[in-house]
Nanobody
């Protein structure tokens, strides 16, 4: 079982930036597509961004296109989410996840490993 640990969340003013990290242990990330999801209280957990095994392909939700960048360093077994021009609507708990499916999986059930989440709060 892969273990994923997120870090980098915090409180930031609108317009600011944060960089989230997701470090994997017990198994290498190389074989998996990775994704970032976010969730606010009472709402579903939504896909924010995803990246292919090599990092050559990426996917973004419309709400974050042009502001967020997902990347990975397979040598460090780590995935990143660079978040720029943050808005109060970006406030959520952010989770990283791993999937074995070779497409942009959007259902939570398609991901076999999850981190514990990291809180991002954007003040206006």
């Amino acid at each position: 079982q892969m273990e994923l640990v997120e870090s980098g969340g915090g409180l930031v003013q609108a317009g600011g930036s944060l960089r989230l990290s997701c470090a994997a242990s017990r198994r290498t990330l190389t074989s998996y597509r990775m994704a970032w999801f976010r969730q606010t209280p009472g709402k579903e957990r939504d896909l924010v961004a995803a990246i292919s095994e090599s990092g050559a392909l990426t996917f973004y939700a419309d709400s974050v296109k042009g502001r967020f960048t997902i990347s990975r360093d397979n040598a460090k077994n780590t995935v990143y989410l660079q978040m720029n021009s943050l808005k109060p609507d970006d406030t959520a708990v952010y989770y990283c996840a791993a999937t074995s499916y070779a497409y942009w999986a959007t259902s939570l059930r398609e991901y076999h490993s999850w981190g514990q989440g990291t809180q991002v709060t954007v003040s206006s």
